[in-house]
DNA sequence: GCATGATCTCGATCAGAAAC
DNA sequence: GTTTCTGATCGAGATCATGC
């Protein structure tokens, strides 16, 4: 393990704080001897404030330095020493996608990760495995650096859980590229494990709205057979939980079958996108396509069968809670086959 | 520049629990 | 039984990004 980088940075810091000490000393300087020089635009903007904001910029270098001096320091790690945080929001599509690859050869041409990453220490019951930290933020640079087998850059700080969390949504929600489902997962592990007491403590903590939480958290807890019938689960988008959660509250039999007829379509080769698995599921219709519709009359009962994309809506006039009963297991079993 | 879609924000509303 | 409080959700409008 080798600590780098705090001691240049401190060094280039002093180097500043020297520099511009003697810089104003050099114009101070000049401007006495010359009375009759107009001052600088400094000085002009300053006008009587000069000789303090001058002490100003000197303070305002003094504590940039002492921000630094209480900096934690980079150290290189090996990322078999890093485990990934109890909170991790990545979901393993994370990795397969072109973006991963393209980001792990930018590391791979910079012989390691410009930025570092955050860990905390692990107490002692958790080491078993041989990890001595855990990720507070960073996960997609210390994957990247465990698949390349290069030291990772750490900063190591020994934060409580709840400052872990809060930091790592934020890094999260800075950046900007964690996909609704996998902010609900990491949102719903929160809830699930008394992290946060209720979804609105939560929202407070992490300064984030109530309404998107609970919108993330309903995408995290669809069931495994709904997560499945998209192309990947990172597809899924906020706007869909509604109608997702509607429509399983409402028919959940129905929803479910439709769920393992979509997969029935995926395995046998048909490509099908993550938007019209979710039509499919709510039983929404395309606009890009025109309704086939034609009409079964049995006596005075009319059936209307309509045709669009690949979504087929039967619609009785009229029918009795048993005979729709019977027609629901009879579909259930077509399409069980 | 415009249209469209995705996401965010805000206020309103509903449901359940606790207090009176 | 009612009132109040808290938590969760809904829906409309605003904002931003993207594609044509």
Redesign the pocket.
């Known amino acids: 393990m080798a600590i780098a980088g705090q001691g240049v940075i401190m060094s280039k810091l002093s180097e500043k704080f020297a520099a511009g000490k003697k810089a104003l000393a050099e114009r101070q300087s000049a401007e006495a001897k010359d009375s009759t020089s107009p001052p600088s635009s400094f000085a002009r903007a300053a006008g009587p404030l000069h000789g303090s904001v001058s002490t100003m910029k000197i303070d305002l270098l003094k504590a940039e330095i002492d921000a630094l001096k209480a900096a934690k320091p980079v150290m290189k790690i090996h990322p078999s020493e890093i485990k990934a945080s109890a909170w991790v929001n990545r979901h393993q599509d994370s990795f397969e996608v072109p973006e991963f690859a393209a980001f792990k050869a930018e590391i791979e041409s910079a012989a390691g990760n410009i930025q570092p990453i955050k860990v905390r220490p692990l107490k002692s019951a958790d080491t078993s495995g041989g990890a001595k930290y855990e990720i507070v933020f960073g996960h997609r640079r210390h994957r990247a650096c465990l698949e390349l087998g290069i030291e990772v850059n750490v900063i190591v700080d020994d934060i409580d859980e709840k400052t872990m969390f809060v930091e790592m949504d934020r890094e999260n929600?800075e950046r900007?590229d964690l996909?609704?489902f996998e902010q609900g997962l990491m949102y719903a592990r929160a809830?699930d494990s008394g992290l946060f007491?209720?979804?609105?403590?939560?929202s407070e903590e992490i300064g984030?709205?109530?309404?998107?939480i609970?919108?993330a958290?309903?995408l995290a807890r669809l069931p495994e057979p709904i997560l499945d019938s998209f192309e990947s689960r990172l597809d899924i988008?906020?706007?869909w939980?509604?109608d997702l959660?509607?429509a399983l509250e409402k028919e959940p039999e129905l929803i479910l079958a439709r769920a393992a007829d979509i997969k029935k379509q995926r395995s046998s080769g048909n490509h099908l996108s993550s938007?019209s698995a979710f039509n499919l599921l709510v039983g929404k219709v395309s606009s890009s396509s025109k309704p086939v519709a034609r009409k079964v009359t049995v006596g005075k009962r009319v059936l209307t069968i309509t045709e669009r994309d690949k979504m087929i809506t039967y619609e009785f006039d009229t029918l009795g809670r048993e005979k729709l009963s019977k027609i629901e297991k009879f579909i259930a079993s077509v399409m069980a086959e």
Do not use: F, I
């Not at 007491?197 to 939560?202: C, Y």
């Open positions: 929600r900007a996909r609704p809830l007491s209720s979804l609105r403590k939560l984030a709205d109530p309404t998107n609970s919108k958290v309903s988008q906020y706007r939980a509604s959660k509607a938007q």
